[in-house]
């Protein structure tokens, strides 16, 4: 949908969307810093925003293998010259076993998912957060919630 529909059509009044806007392209410059910072390249990305309370939110995780795409910036040049798709950062093994190893598309009940494809899946989680924090995973224990808004808070959010 183009930019000018979003608010011709009434979806949200201009000077929110002039602020999701703003902020959007702000996370995303950021973004590209952090990325290239790991020999990555922020590809592209969305952000999820909210009102609450008149109040302008983002509300759904940001630069995560779940919500961007992430390609190697080592290999860019050759994998393009080449004619190649990039290597990624993802968490497709899932989606590939479902589609290719079961023939799910989405219709109808979702098959059992084994437990090493599900292992699989959270090692690369573990190696992607690693990968774009440059820090050791530390699983924490605890209220999800608290520490969310404990983050929030550090980050000058709340």
């Given at each position: 949908?183009?930019?000018?529909?979003?608010?011709?059509?009434?979806?949200?009044?201009?000077?929110?969307w002039e602020a999701c806007q703003r902020i959007a392209l702000a996370l995303f410059e950021h973004g590209q810093k952090l990325a290239r910072e790991r020999g990555l390249i922020l590809v592209d990305t969305k952000y999820e925003f909210g009102l609450a309370?008149?109040?302008?939110?983002?509300?759904?995780?940001?630069?995560?293998?779940?919500?961007?795409?992430?390609?190697?910036?080592?290999?860019?040049?050759?994998?393009?010259?080449?004619?190649?798709?990039?290597?990624?950062?993802?968490?497709?093994?899932?989606?590939?076993?479902?589609?290719?190893?079961?023939?799910?598309?989405?219709?109808?009940?979702?098959?059992?998912?084994?437990?090493?494809?599900?292992?699989?899946?959270?090692?690369?989680?573990?190696?992607?957060?690693?990968?774009?924090?440059?820090?050791?995973?530390?699983?924490?224990?605890?209220?999800?919630?608290?520490?969310?808004?404990?983050?929030?808070?550090?980050?000058?959010?709340?």
């Amino acid at each position: 949908m183009a930019a000018e529909d979003v608010v011709g059509r009434g979806l949200v009044e201009p000077d929110v969307w002039e602020a999701c806007q703003r902020i959007a392209l702000a996370l995303f410059e950021h973004g590209q810093k952090l990325a290239r910072e790991r020999g990555l390249i922020l590809v592209d990305t969305k952000y999820e925003f909210g009102l609450a309370d008149g109040e302008l939110y983002v509300i759904d995780e940001i630069h995560t293998p779940d919500s961007s795409r992430f390609w190697e910036a080592a290999e860019y040049e050759e994998r393009f010259a080449r004619g190649e798709d990039q290597r990624m950062l993802d968490k497709e093994n899932i989606r590939k076993w479902l589609i290719e190893e079961r023939g799910y598309m989405g219709e109808g009940p979702a098959p059992e998912i084994p437990t090493e494809v599900r292992v699989d899946l959270a090692k690369k989680y573990v190696a992607n957060y690693e990968r774009l924090t440059g820090k050791p995973f530390e699983p924490a224990v605890g209220d999800p919630n608290a520490r969310l808004v404990d983050n929030l808070r550090k980050a000058g959010i709340l």
